[in-house]
């Protein structure tokens, strides 16, 4: 039986994703082809026997137009012969990435392959795509009647439904920022990051996103952010608990992971991190949108014969505080199980590199901790989510 296993997994630092940002400069095809350069030159793999480069990102206009894996292989000086794809599963597309390289070398249809995402939110602002137009058409607007709702008003339904106060949303928004905090002052994220060279020469190595600082008590004066009229009427449940600081942080970043058919590791001599063990990837009701990765847990659990407390990492992106916190509620793991070093509300959410980042993330702390097998899932647009099971070799 084939099987498929990650060689190496690398991140840019995470940018703040707004004009002056420490990527902000940086076109998004030269910062994803920096971190495809520091996977190649990590491993000492020839390029030219990359099979395929699957590349997530979210919005795809304007610098992030024209098939940017393809376009970032070019950059980098890479073989003309080596094509590329572009993956848009809103903010699980480069997991979805992930899931295809993996399974297109168990089907045997490529023996090394790259994944993974980029999206620069300074240079192309989130929803640059829909260009003032009703991305969902009439019949789903009428199914859906009055209409579907912006995430934030999302967040605000799932905290309501779990009955998740303000203040425990905000403990765990500075919890995320203290533990990120904590394992980038031990070094943890040097085995992660490639430093990136931007415009004017300046080399960036270290997480911008992450305030050390943060406390309860400051996100506490932080106003709701999504209060809509309309959506309070419709929903008189929602408390308006949701704020920028218990939300994840517009971002710039690139993320990259080299897939191979463990056969071809073992020939080439290059020691696999972790193996891949399951997949799964389902809906759930559009309207709440951020809850299917609760029924993908279970989904994948099964695929994998494993139990919930088989997992030594659980990562769940941070996209909004309620949505981790829903999940722990249904899936009672430890706290320290889940993201341990932090996330997207300290490290950002760059959409379409967010899933290899978090990948990325969760293979170098098994590694650190000795942990056997990682779980991530994560909220995607239209109510799916991806759910992964990697073990640690």
């Given at each position: 039986m084939r099987t498929a296993v990650v060689v190496d997994a690398v991140r840019s630092p995470m940018g703040k994703g707004k004009p002056g940002g420490a990527l902000s400069e940086l076109h998004a095809v030269e910062l994803l082809a920096q971190v495809l350069a520091g996977l190649v030159n990590r491993t000492g793999i020839d390029p030219g026997t990359v099979e395929d480069v699957i590349v997530g990102c979210v919005s795809q206009a304007a610098d992030q137009s024209v098939t940017p894996g393809r376009m970032a292989w070019l950059a980098a000086g890479f073989p003309e012969h080596v094509p590329a794809t572009t993956i848009d599963r809103r903010c699980g597309s480069s997991q979805q990435a992930l899931h295809f390289a993996a399974q297109g070398v168990l089907a045997g249809a490529y023996d090394v392959v790259v994944a993974g995402g980029v999206e620069s939110m300074s240079r192309v602002p989130m929803g640059s795509a829909r260009m003032g137009r009703d991305p969902y058409g009439p019949s789903v607007t009428e199914r859906y009647a009055p209409g579907l709702v912006s995430q934030g008003v999302a967040a605000e339904l799932v905290a309501a439904k779990w009955?998740?106060?303000?203040?425990?949303?905000?403990?765990?928004?500075?919890?995320?920022?203290?533990?990120?905090?904590?394992?980038?002052?031990?070094?943890?994220?040097?085995?992660?990051?490639?430093?990136?060279?931007?415009?004017?020469?300046?080399?960036?190595?270290?997480?911008?996103?992450?305030?050390?600082?943060?406390?309860?008590?400051?996100?506490?004066?932080?106003?709701?952010?999504?209060?809509?009229?309309?959506?309070?009427?419709?929903?008189?449940?929602?408390?308006?608990?949701?704020?920028?600081?218990?939300?994840?942080?517009?971002?710039?970043?690139?993320?990259?992971?080299?897939?191979?058919?463990?056969e071809r590791a073992e020939r080439l001599g290059l020691t696999p991190l972790a193996r891949f063990h399951a997949f799964s990837v389902c809906g759930d009701d559009p309207v709440t949108m951020l809850t299917a990765p609760i029924p993908a847990t279970a989904m994948v659990l099964e695929r994998a014969g494993l139990d919930l407390a088989d997992i030594d990492h659980a990562e769940v992106n941070e996209a909004f505080a309620p949505v981790p916190l829903a999940w722990q509620a249904e899936y009672p793991v430890a706290d320290e199980v889940l993201n341990p070093v932090g996330g997207a509300i300290a490290l950002g959410h760059p959409l379409g590199a967010s899933g290899s980042r978090l990948f990325t993330s969760m293979l170098w702390n098994l590694r650190r901790t000795g942990g056997r097998w990682g779980l991530q899932t994560m909220c995607e647009a239209g109510g799916m989510a991806n759910a992964t099971i990697v073990e640690r070799l």
């Open positions: 009955a998740l106060e303000r203040e425990t949303l905000d403990a765990y928004s500075a919890r995320s920022h203290h533990r990120a905090a904590a394992a980038a002052d031990a070094g943890h994220f040097r085995d992660e990051i490639v430093p990136i060279t931007v415009p004017g020469g300046t080399v960036v190595d270290r997480d911008e996103t992450i305030r050390p600082g943060t406390t309860t008590e400051r996100l506490a004066g932080l106003k709701p952010s999504f209060q809509d009229e309309e959506a309070a009427r419709r929903f008189p449940e929602i408390g308006w608990r949701v704020t920028a600081g218990n939300s994840s942080q517009i971002t710039d970043g690139a993320s990259a992971v080299l897939v191979m058919s463990e």
